[in-house]
């Protein structure tokens, strides 16, 4: 396919026009028109670039681009690396941050609620239908060691959990996948009964334990692995190109 189809696709997918960002949604480095190959990766690392120039891809699709705000404009150093070997390749790189996290169903949000067994009902913040973080319930109310333990599971990781002191039974649970854990203390306020984000700060122990509501940091890296895997296997099923998620593996 040429590449103005494969963006044109990716935009009316995504629909990165109806919500604010930190960095430019779509297609960032332009490389060859014709695209057979795809890559999808959580971010535009060397790492993940090397693969792709081995695997022959035409284009990378990850959820952490480039050209952030507020981000030096100057390319050298590793800047300069990366955007070099996607020219050198003529390899097309396309970023998509929030709009692939609140997809309602390709989403790293949707996915990861698919993943936990986690009925979504609703946006976190109500009446906002872009909500970056969102609301759902289990189908009984378990253990909160038991949920832990279905998290560590199902991500391959050992997360912090912080337990209130009532270290209450969870049903109702709020989440944003990445670095999400700002949401906790309007997750608090609704009575929710656990947050679930990629990071952790400082205060947010003291705002679990305070407003009684469990908080549990799985990762950044290992809660948005699922929205461009999901993507790949759409772009198959419905485009028919060769696309591939690549893991480049990341601890934080």
């Avoid at 103005?4 to 028109?33: H, M, R, V």
Wanted: hydrophobic share 40%.
């Amino acid at each position: 396919m040429l590449r103005a189809e494969l963006e044109s696709y990716l935009n009316q997918l995504l629909t990165p026009e109806l919500i604010k960002d930190f960095c430019p949604n779509g297609l960032q480095i332009q490389g060859k028109e014709q695209i057979n190959k795809i890559i999808t990766g959580v971010t535009a690392t060397e790492a993940l670039i090397d693969q792709a120039i081995v695997a022959k891809a035409d284009a990378i699709i990850v959820h952490h681009g480039y050209f952030w705000k507020n981000e030096s404009y100057v390319i050298r150093g590793m800047k300069y690396r990366r955007i070099k070997k996607l020219l050198d390749h003529d390899i097309n790189l396309f970023a998509y941050h929030l709009p692939l996290d609140i997809h309602p169903e390709l989403g790293n949000n949707a996915q990861l609620a698919k993943l936990l067994e986690i009925e979504v009902t609703g946006p976190l913040e109500l009446g906002n239908q872009q909500s970056v973080a969102i609301q759902g319930q289990l189908k009984t109310a378990i253990a909160a060691e038991d949920f832990v333990k279905r998290v560590d599971c199902k991500l391959a990781r050992t997360s912090l959990h912080i337990a209130p002191p009532s270290n209450k039974a969870i049903k109702t649970i709020a989440w944003c996948t990445g670095g999400g854990q700002s949401y906790i203390e309007l997750a608090a306020e609704q009575g929710i009964d656990c947050f679930v984000s990629g990071e952790v700060s400082e205060q947010t122990t003291h705002i679990a334990r305070e407003m009684d509501i469990h908080f549990i940091a799985a990762g950044h890296h290992a809660t948005e692995r699922y929205g461009v895997q999901a993507l790949a296997q759409h772009l198959n099923e419905q485009l028919a190109p060769n696309a591939e998620f690549i893991d480049i593996d990341n601890p934080v």
